[in-house]
């Protein structure tokens, strides 16, 4: 026999084909009650007491339960292993939601319209604000910030240790112009030893690791610096500042590392949490990476240069973001475009096993395109000659 299985915001109900109330699940009256079961069925739980409510039921004689909800029955298969079927425009379904007060009467429910609207608000209220906090809470959008705020950060470090560099140049041009050329490390020698007049070989051996060398050369610069004298103990707070912005740094790259291994582990085997990340990012979300075509994940974030080719026939760009990619970079610049097709197809697939949660093959794709380098390389040795066309594009623009 069929069982017709009607989910409404006051309970479950079953009903026969005749209309009849078989079995039913009020929740007590509870909204609350209401808005975690249907919070469980969107993660794809259903509660105990929804199976006691199917057992009793096929106990009866009930083998086959019809929904007009299609993620409830598509759950309910999966979960319980009955025999369900989806039917959206389901005649007796619908007949009992337009009655819905007269077959509440039926089991005791005595609720007037005005009263079923107002729940029937309150709960639906209730469950769109969950599902805002939840799709707002999803790691992919995490990422997007966390990417986001290390870019920004990056910026103002750069931005503030140049300024940092111009500054203390007056008092040890010769440290800032020749010799510290890493940021972080002429931060931590302001910070720490401040003064030219302190950097000797004993003060730097204590508390840095560089080499005897370049100690020499250090003391050196800074007994003969034409540098002027002049207050460093506000520059030396900066210099903190410039410190304490790179832990924060590398803290969200650590942090992004462990939200990109959890989400996009495949993405994140292939090109790494950084460059995974800004994909992600740039795409809007790991769920519209997965579905891009690989042409357009290759040049994602080449879009003013290719709009620039679209409007004025300028050289089409081979890559965007991707080319960040070691591997791409690095490359000899005439086959960088051919490997950028290849990488581009191998994240579009990776991106899609991890949005429907398959099973880590960033190992072997990995490989993959490792052979496909090295057969890119044997095949394209040498650049490849400028043809007629290319010259004459390149003559009619000197004229």
Same mark, same amino acid.
């Given at each position: 026999?069929?069982?017709?299985?009607?989910?409404?915001?006051?309970?479950? @109900?079953?009903?026969?084909?005749?209309g009849?109330?078989?079995?039913?699940?009020?929740?007590?009256?509870?909204?609350e009650?209401?808005?975690?079961?249907?919070?469980?069925?969107?993660?794809?739980?259903?509660?105990?007491?929804?199976?006691k409510?199917?057992?009793e039921?096929?106990?009866?004689?009930?083998?086959?339960?019809?929904? #007009?909800?299609?993620?409830?029955?598509?759950?309910?298969?999966?979960?319980?292993?009955?025999?369900?079927?989806y039917k959206?425009l389901s005649?007796?379904?619908?007949?009992?939601?337009?009655?819905?007060?007269s077959?509440?009467?039926?089991?005791?429910?005595n609720?007037t319209?005005?009263?079923?609207?107002?729940?029937y608000?309150?709960?639906?209220?209730?469950?769109?604000?969950?599902?805002?906090?939840?799709?707002?809470?999803?790691?992919?959008?995490?990422?997007?910030?966390?990417?986001t705020?290390?870019?920004m950060?990056?910026?103002?470090?750069s931005l @503030?240790? /140049?300024?940092?560099?111009?500054?203390?140049?007056?008092?040890?041009?010769?440290?800032?112009?020749?010799?510290?050329?890493?940021?972080?490390?002429?931060?931590?020698?302001?910070?720490?030893?401040?003064?030219?007049?302190?950097?000797?070989?004993?003060?730097?051996?204590?508390?840095? #690791?560089?080499?005897?060398?370049k100690?020499?050369?250090?003391?050196?610069?800074?007994? #003969?610096?034409?540098?002027?004298?002049?207050?460093?103990k506000?520059?030396?707070n900066?210099?903190?500042?410039?410190?304490?912005?790179?832990?924060?740094?590398?803290?969200l790259?650590?942090?992004?590392?462990?939200?990109?291994?959890?989400?996009?582990?495949?993405?994140?085997?292939?090109?790494g949490s950084?460059?995974?990340a800004?994909?992600?990012?740039?795409?809007?979300?790991?769920?519209?990476?997965?579905?891009?075509?690989?042409?357009?994940?290759?040049?994602?974030?080449?879009?003013?240069?290719?709009?620039? @080719?679209?409007?004025?026939?300028?050289k089409?760009?081979?890559?965007g973001?991707? @080319?960040?990619?070691?591997?791409?970079? /690095?490359?000899?610049?005439w086959?960088?475009?051919?490997?950028?097709?290849?990488?581009?197809?191998?994240?579009?697939?990776?991106?899609?096993?991890?949005?429907?949660?398959?099973?880590?093959?960033?190992?072997?794709?990995?490989?993959?395109?490792?052979?496909?380098?090295?057969?890119?390389?044997?095949?394209y040795?040498?650049?490849?000659?400028?043809? #007629?066309?290319?010259?004459?594009?390149?003559?009619?623009?000197?004229?």
């Amino acid at each position: 026999m069929k069982a017709y299985v009607a989910d409404t915001l006051i309970g479950i @109900f079953a009903l026969d084909e005749t209309g009849n109330i078989l079995n039913f699940i009020d929740f007590d009256g509870e909204d609350e009650k209401i808005i975690e079961f249907y919070k469980d069925v969107e993660q794809d739980t259903i509660q105990e007491v929804y199976r006691k409510f199917l057992s009793e039921l096929k106990t009866a004689g009930y083998s086959e339960f019809i929904f #007009d909800n299609v993620k409830l029955g598509n759950l309910t298969r999966q979960k319980s292993e009955y025999i369900t079927e989806y039917k959206k425009l389901s005649i007796e379904l619908k007949e009992f939601r337009l009655n819905l007060e007269s077959h509440l009467k039926e089991i005791g429910i005595n609720m007037t319209p005005e009263e079923i609207l107002i729940k029937y608000k309150k709960v639906s209220e209730e469950l769109t604000k969950t599902q805002i906090s939840e799709v707002s809470g999803h790691v992919d959008n995490i990422i997007i910030q966390v990417i986001t705020s290390l870019d920004m950060v990056k910026k103002s470090i750069s931005l @503030f240790s /140049s300024h940092l560099r111009e500054w203390y140049g007056l008092h040890f041009p010769e440290l800032t112009d020749k010799i510290i050329e890493d940021n972080i490390l002429l931060s931590r020698l302001i910070s720490i030893l401040g003064a030219r007049g302190n950097f000797t070989y004993d003060n730097i051996k204590i508390s840095f #690791d560089i080499k005897d060398k370049k100690i020499n050369e250090l003391e050196h610069f800074a007994l #003969d610096s034409m540098g002027a004298d002049i207050d460093l103990k506000l520059l030396q707070n900066y210099a903190d500042q410039v410190i304490s912005l790179e832990s924060f740094r590398q803290k969200l790259e650590n942090y992004l590392a462990e939200l990109m291994e959890k989400t996009a582990p495949n993405v994140n085997a292939l090109i790494g949490s950084l460059i995974g990340a800004k994909l992600i990012s740039k795409a809007g979300s790991l769920q519209k990476l997965a579905y891009m075509p690989a042409s357009r994940v290759q040049l994602l974030g080449a879009e003013k240069a290719l709009y620039r @080719f679209l409007k004025t026939g300028e050289k089409r760009p081979k890559h965007g973001i991707i @080319f960040q990619w070691n591997q791409i970079r /690095s490359a000899k610049p005439w086959i960088r475009g051919k490997i950028a097709r290849v990488v581009a197809g191998k994240i579009g697939l990776s991106a899609k096993v991890d949005y429907f949660s398959g099973e880590f093959i960033g190992a072997k794709l990995s490989t993959d395109i490792a052979q496909k380098i090295k057969e890119l390389e044997k095949k394209y040795p040498n650049p490849p000659k400028r043809t #007629d066309a290319v010259k004459t594009r390149k003559k009619r623009k000197k004229k």
